[in-house]
């Protein structure tokens, strides 16, 4: 059986104007979990409750199968967090700063940290704010894996970074996990980057889960139903999601592609959605294009 | 609690060291001239702006990191929030404890220094400097630590604004004037006495109680408000 590294129940928090609601999934060990959804959908809010940085009002959160407030020294110290604007001291090098960070955690490698920061091209001696969002987030990223965390946390990691960069991260992340022992956790609205690696995608809406499921079978079991506008009745669509019209039809999205598939039949043609798709759909898609 | 406090130092070190050139040349004009100054009480004077340059440090320190944006960071480090507020309450001792050994080696080692050491170190002195820093920073810290840079702004702002208060009330109330400023007039005099030749050690033992239950009060309240906070 497959255990999880990360397990979230009922988590909720509320602001004015939002709030959180019933937030509950898992994250299996030796995978990635991508968490999608628009901006201000709540993914840094989930992400800032397991890191403890804001106040649950009802829920739980386990990590290694310890409760993240009971626990909080111990968790954190095999979590690897890389915020979406990396805070560190301005005016610090970044030898200065690893040197300040490095005694937190037991399992600190230094060789490891070495490594990355020549594989990154980062310079040591500049200061933090010398170097440029990319060059952040990759020095965010070594002290993260420098600590041989057991879960990395990423808020909105790509966003405002290169495609170079962008493939060189995705692909390491990939590697990460290829031990087996290792978790990514993976916050962001650029989907197309979570198609390539995650390997379970759970959609945040609004502040509650839309659905949390791994990336295949979502892909699998979601369909994007395109037809005439004559040739078929949006609701008599089994599992529709959203939908949009336009002057070239209807195109409405289905989480039951093979009860779609059986009642519409040849009236329809069906197309495998992408991630953005599904996010576009749920989010906007209920009216006219 | 011991690596927090190491990495305030490591981040904070072109800040701590140029407040320590500051301090120097301060200090250095301080020794050189005392004999100048006319207060019957320089140099427990001399003690408290080093209590004092040691104690504010801390308050700057977490204003520094709220204003970065760096107590995110701190928070996400493998350690209770109760230990973060711990480690500042050591540090800022430690701070004063540094500025007051610093200070009394330059008065001790510098040659032009005309301060004599033995009353400098005089225990009175440094529990009542200790006493009057101990009721600022009591309320201070919980107030940075619960809100960061604006906290200490709101303390400026709400000190100077009861201090405005009080004037206008004793301005424009005359027969409030002496209601007012009795208290504070009681305390300066219980300060003077607990600094002068009256004060027993049973005093100094009760100032030093006061001291650690202040600070105790003061930590317990900066944890239970920084447990609260969110980033």
């Known amino acids: 059986m497959m255990d999880n590294i990360l397990e979230v129940s009922g988590l909720c928090k509320r602001?004015?104007?939002?709030?959180?609601?019933?937030?509950?999934?898992?994250?299996?060990?030796?995978?990635?979990?991508?968490?999608?959804?628009?901006?201000?959908?709540?993914?840094?809010?989930?992400?800032?409750?397991i890191m403890n940085l804001i106040?649950?009002?009802?829920g739980r959160v386990e990590v290694f199968g310890l409760d993240n407030l009971r626990h909080e020294p111990e968790v954190k110290s095999r979590i690897g967090f890389v915020y979406d604007t990396p805070c560190f001291p301005p005016d610090i090098s970044l030898i200065r700063i690893k040197s300040a960070l490095a005694p937190f955690y037991s399992a600190w490698n230094e060789p490891l940290f070495r490594r990355l920061l020549e594989e990154f091209e980062l310079p040591a001696k500049k200061k933090f704010k010398t170097l440029s969002h990319g060059m952040k987030m990759k020095f965010a990223l070594a002290l993260a894996l420098a600590h041989e965390a057991e879960l990395i946390l990423m808020d909105e990691p790509t966003a405002g970074l290169d495609p170079v960069f962008r493939q060189e991260l995705l692909g390491r992340l990939s590697g990460l996990i290829q031990d087996e022992r290792k978790s990514v956790l993976f916050s962001s609205h650029i989907t197309t980057d979570l198609e390539k690696i995650a390997d379970y995608v759970t959609f945040i809406h609004e502040g509650a889960v839309v659905f949390s499921?791994?990336?295949?079978?979502?892909?699998?079991?979601?369909?994007?139903?395109?037809a005439g506008m004559r040739d078929v009745d949006v609701s008599g669509i089994p599992g529709l999601r959203g939908y949009r019209t336009g002057k070239f039809g209807l195109e409405a999205l289905t989480s039951d592609a093979a009860a779609a598939r059986r009642r519409l039949g040849s009236k329809a043609v069906y197309d495998k959605p992408t991630l953005e798709d599904i996010m576009y759909f749920i989010s906007k898609g209920n009216g006219h294009a | 609690m011991l690596k927090l406090i190491r990495k305030e130092l490591i981040f904070n070190r072109n800040n701590l060291l140029l407040i320590l050139a500051l301090m120097t040349g301060f200090l250095m004009y301080f020794l050189a001239r005392a004999e100048n100054f006319k207060s019957p009480g320089r140099p427990g004077f001399m003690m408290f702006c080093a209590f004092y340059v040691g104690a504010s440090l801390c308050v700057t320190l977490?204003?520094?990191?709220?204003?970065?944006?760096?107590?995110?960071?701190?928070?996400?480090?493998?350690?209770?929030?109760?230990?973060?507020?711990?480690?500042?309450?050591?540090?800022?001792?430690?701070?004063?404890?540094?500025?007051?050994?610093?200070?009394?080696?330059?008065?001790?080692?510098?040659?032009?220094?005309?301060?004599?050491?033995?009353?400098?170190?005089?225990?009175?002195?440094?529990?009542?400097?200790?006493?009057?820093?101990?009721?600022?920073?009591?309320?201070l810290l919980p107030f940075t630590i619960r809100f960061g840079f604006v906290g200490v702004i709101l303390f400026l702002v709400g000190a100077q604004l009861i201090g405005l208060v009080a004037l206008f009330v004793a301005k424009f109330i005359k027969s409030g004037r002496a209601e007012l400023l009795s208290p504070l007039g009681a305390a300066i005099r219980g300060l003077k006495f607990l600094g002068g030749p009256q004060s027993t050690a049973v005093h100094l033992v009760l100032v030093a109680v006061a001291i650690l239950a202040l600070n105790a009060a003061s930590l317990f309240i900066s944890q239970a408000l920084y447990a609260r906070r969110e980033f």
């Open chain 1, 15 to 49: 602001y004015k104007g939002f709030a959180l609601k019933d937030v509950s999934f898992a994250v299996p060990r030796g995978t990635i979990m991508g968490l999608i959804g628009p901006n201000g959908a709540g993914k840094t809010t989930i992400i800032k409750l």
């Open chain 1, 55 to 58: 106040r649950r009002q009802a």
């Open chain 1, 213 to 226: 499921a791994a990336k295949d079978e979502i892909l699998e079991t979601w369909v994007l139903v395109k």
């Open chain 2, 62 to 139: 977490e204003a520094r990191e709220d204003k970065g944006k760096t107590a995110t960071l701190t928070c996400s480090l493998p350690c209770s929030r109760k230990t973060i507020v711990a480690a500042r309450f050591a540090l800022t001792w430690l701070l004063m404890l540094a500025a007051l050994i610093y200070t009394t080696a330059l008065a001790a080692l510098l040659p032009f220094s005309r301060v004599d050491l033995s009353q400098a170190l005089n225990l009175k002195f440094i529990l009542v400097s200790l006493l009057i820093l101990t009721v600022v920073f009591a309320v």
